[in-house]
């Protein structure tokens, strides 16, 4: 069963992504909050897998709720997946630096919605399609020093650029005709190399040294 709480200021907003995901089989939501405050308080209290989290809510906003939750060790397990809009490129940025395992939109599909929480709580980054290159992008500019990477195995430098353009593992198995166990060990010893949190965070720490185009 994976747990959620979901966490967004408007009452219509937040009941009914409740209702989308309380409907699925093996999910269930534990708790819903109305700002950031609130939502850490679930967070601690529920240790749920996943708190679908909006940005701007009074008092604490999401991203400030974000860093709490993913630096604490009471909430080590609890992976953020971030509500934005096409507008809020900014936000979800700094989101995605305070943690975050991924964003969804707000008009997303409620099928899509589902499969992003699942994704999510399996431990895997959601890097939604429509504005993951638009967003990358605006983060390379943001930060022109290029980051330095420690040694990497030439097959691990490989994986990463795949990582960078946005390929699943299975992709990337088929990019460079291995298998798609060796894919994950690769990503495995990337994450700990990188002391990168989540895939999301690779493919950011990628863009920064100038990965992926």
Known sequence: MIRVVVADDQALVRSGFSMILGAEPGI?????????????????LHRPDVVLMDIRMPGMDGIEATRHITSSPVTAGVHVLVLTTFAADDY??????????????????????????????GGHALLAPEVTRRMLDRFARADREALILPPLTQREHEVLVALAL???N???????????????????????KLEARDRSQLVMLAHRAGLGG
């Not at 534990?30 to 308080?41: M, N």
């Not at 943690?99 to 099928?111: M, N, Q, R, Y």
């Not at 798609?180 to 495995?188: D, E, I, L, P």
């Open 28 to 44: 269930e939501v534990v708790a819903e909050a109305a700002d950031g405050t609130q939502a850490l308080a679930a967070a601690r």
């Open 92 to 121: 979800v940025v700094a989101a995605l630096r305070a943690g975050a395992s991924g964003f969804v939109l707000k008009d997303t599909e409620p099928a899509e919605l589902v499969r992003a929480v699942t994704v999510v709580a």
């Open 166 to 168: 946005g390929l699943s």
């Open 170 to 192: 299975l992709e990337i198995a088929d990019r460079l005709v291995v298998s798609y166990s060796t894919v994950k060990t690769h990503v495995s010893h990337l994450l700990t």
